[in-house]
């Protein structure tokens, strides 16, 4: 009966980095829900990539994915025989992931009712749709910062003959229009060239 509870909550698409900026809220030990704004998270749907694995066998099956999304980590946990799920899983797959979060000694952590491996580039796809619910307006200041730390990217990469666009848009947390339109100006400006499409260097 409380399963079926439970299936009645949305699975919330989030990046790792948000469930982080939520307050745990408990129900004795157990976690009741992620706070976030007005939403209570119960269930998420990311899409992430394994950073880490660890599997223990024998009388008290456990086993243990550490997601990275560019945003945050997130350990998603499996006990007994559901360690079977994770047996094809390695790290640097990308997964999606649907499941409950649970919290224990201050950790919050994901237990899976769904897993299933996509591309790589699954993880900017779900980067563009979550932004995409979130505009907001940035000031100045905002921009500037933005403007600095795409520069940086940009000279950093120079020793590698340049820097994916798509990186740029992962690694930095601001949206993804706003990130495409300083590029924009800095093409513009002449401080950065594309050698190729997706692609910057720097010019200064």
Do not use: C
Request: aromatic content about 6%; hydrophobic content about 35%.
């Amino acid at each position: 009966m409380v399963e079926q509870n439970y299936k009645r909550n949305v699975a919330y698409k989030l990046r790792v980095g948000t469930i982080a900026e939520g307050k745990p809220i408990m129900e004795g030990e157990r976690l009741k829900f992620v706070e976030l704004g007005e939403k209570q998270i119960v269930r998420v749907n990311i899409i992430a990539n394994i950073t880490d694995k660890y599997i223990q066998d024998g009388e008290k099956k456990f086993g243990s994915i550490t997601l990275d999304d560019a945003s945050g980590q997130i350990k998603v946990k499996v006990f007994g025989e559901e360690i079977e799920k994770f047996k094809d899983l390695n790290q640097g797959d990308t997964l999606l992931i649907v499941g409950l979060l649970r919290g224990w000694n201050n950790e919050v952590y994901i237990t899976p009712e769904i897993i299933k491996k996509k591309e790589p580039s699954y993880l900017l796809v779900r980067k563009l749709e979550i932004e995409a619910d979130r505009p907001k307006a940035l000031d100045k200041s905002t921009l500037l910062a933005v403007k600095d730390k795409i520069i940086h990217m940009v000279k950093e990469a120079e020793k590698d003959g340049g820097v994916q666009i798509d990186k740029i848009i992962m690694d930095l947390k601001e949206s993804p229009e706003v990130i495409n339109n300083e590029i924009k100006k800095l093409l513009e400006d002449g401080i950065a060239y594309e050698p190729r499409p997706g692609k910057l260097r720097y010019l200064g």
